[in-house]
């Protein structure tokens, strides 16, 4: 007889026990730390830098709330920033390849760059606002605050900026006599109440002779070069004063507009963009604010289909109402088609553009 063997059966063993959450968490952040200790940070900080720097200089605008009034203060900032960015390049220069400087000089250098940088970001995000309210939308008088909007974010990029602007002389004085003039602008018209015209003409006077007196002080150790140096200055003036159509009226500023059949207590009533034919009267209205003390001459523009339809005689506009000086034109009886008004200063200087059509 044959003995029948023992059946066996194979038991799997229990599975381990599943981590406790405290388990998990101190395992993800083991990971974590693995993760971050291979993250080169200077690089990260260097492209996280210009975001940085924008929203620090929104930021700061939001906050500070700065009205043009702080113009001249904005001109003695940008004045220091010059000066402290030449005083950097000259007497903390760049190592060469084979110079190496101690860690306090290179410390230095880049704080003292730092701050030069600050200074000229701060300026330009206070600028921007002030130029754009003064210019009109599909005009050429964007460029220049488009421009100077270009200028500020390209300083939210402190390295390429402090290499390829501050580091030469001659970009450095082109870039800085450029923000001086944008700067002066304003100022001027804040501390002497002058016409935007005569603003641009007086801060391109001075920005021409800043940035040659920073390029070189020869022309004033001679009777012939301190001549040159001023007549350069006029001519550029001159120049500018000529241009001014071409650029925002800063610091005149329009806040509303609206065209209408009526003006009442200096509101326009029968607001509309379509005016059926046959209308009366068409108003254009428009709300502009300028600084205290100041006054400014501008006149009416009115355009058919393109072409002339008539002016109206210059008037003044008075600055220091919160809600802007109010000032309104009308056309009688107007004929089908589309129309534009523009407000323009006693220089030719687009204040405002307002477009309706008579069907």
């Not at 904005?74 to 000259?90: M, P």
């Amino acid at each position: 007889m044959h003995s029948m063997g023992e059946l066996q059966l194979s038991v799997p063993a229990p599975p381990p026990p599943a981590p406790g959450p405290g388990a998990l968490v101190r395992q993800r952040l083991v990971q974590l730390r693995e993760r971050l200790a291979q993250v080169d940070r200077r690089k990260l900080l260097e492209r996280l830098a210009p975001a940085i720097a924008l929203f620090l200089g929104i930021l700061s605008q939001m906050y500070s709330k700065h009205t043009i009034a702080f113009a001249p203060k904005a001109v003695a900032l940008l004045v220091v920033a010059w000066a402290l960015a030449a005083v950097v390049g000259e007497w903390l220069p760049e190592p060469r390849p084979d110079e190496t400087h101690p860690r306090w000089r290179t410390f230095l250098r880049k704080a003292a760059a730092t701050v030069t940088v600050g200074m000229f970001r701060n300026v330009l995000f206070f600028l921007v606002p002030i130029w754009f309210a003064s210019s009109t939308l599909g005009s050429i008088n964007m460029f220049a605050p488009f421009l100077l909007a270009a200028l500020a974010l390209y300083a939210c990029f402190p390295n390429r900026f402090r290499q390829r602007m501050l580091e030469h002389p001659r970009v450095r004085t082109l870039y800085c006599s450029s923000v001086l003039f944008v700067a002066l602008v304003p100022a001027t018209a804040v501390e002497t109440s002058a016409s935007p015209r005569l603003s641009a003409a007086l801060a391109a006077g001075v920005a021409w002779l800043a940035s040659s007196l920073a390029t070189s002080r020869t022309p004033l150790t001679t009777r012939i070069g301190r001549i040159e140096l001023g007549a350069g200055a006029v001519v550029v003036a001159l120049i500018c004063a000529l241009a001014a159509p071409l650029l925002p009226p800063v610091p005149v500023a329009c806040t509303a507009s609206a065209t209408g059949t009526g003006i009442r207590d200096r509101e326009i009533e029968g607001a509309s963009d379509i005016f059926p034919a046959g209308t009366n009267r068409v108003y254009a209205w428009f709300a502009v604010h300028v600084p205290r003390r100041y006054r400014q001459g501008v006149r009416f523009e009115w355009y058919r289909d393109g072409d002339p339809a008539g002016n109206v005689g210059a008037r003044q506009i008075v600055g220091g109402r919160e809600q802007g000086y109010r000032t309104s034109s009308f056309t009688s009886s107007p004929r089908p088609g589309s129309w534009r008004v523009d407000l323009v200063t006693d220089a030719s200087q687009l204040i405002a553009r307002k477009r309706f059509i008579v069907e």
